[in-house]
């Protein structure tokens, strides 16, 4: 019965509708992360300077790594 678990979710995580929705997830994820680091860097940062740098790190980071994704997953499925 494990197997045939296992099987079923190995099936729907590689089908269109599962990393999309596993995409998406992640993407509530991100989102919700960088809320809470935006207010902390906003309200407790000390030195402005620095926030601005480790702002700019981390979203131009995020924005690569969630660009690469989108365009790997669209390729995935037209190729």
Same mark, same amino acid.
């Given at each position: 019965m494990g197997s045939d678990l296992t099987s079923v979710i190995a099936e729907y995580a590689t089908s269109p509708g599962g990393l999309w929705a596993l995409f998406g997830l992640v993407?509530?994820? !991100?989102?919700?992360?960088?809320? !809470?680091?935006?207010?902390?860097w906003r309200y407790?940062?000390?030195?402005?300077?620095?926030i601005v740098r480790a702002q700019f790190i981390y979203f131009?980071?995020?924005? !690569? !790594?969630?660009?690469?994704?989108?365009?790997?997953?669209?390729?995935?499925?037209?190729?």
């Open positions: 993407l509530g994820l !991100i989102a919700t992360v960088s809320f !809470i680091l935006h207010y902390h407790y940062g000390v030195n402005r300077t620095v131009v980071g995020v924005a !690569i !790594i969630l660009s690469v994704t989108f365009l790997s997953l669209t390729l995935y499925f037209l190729l």
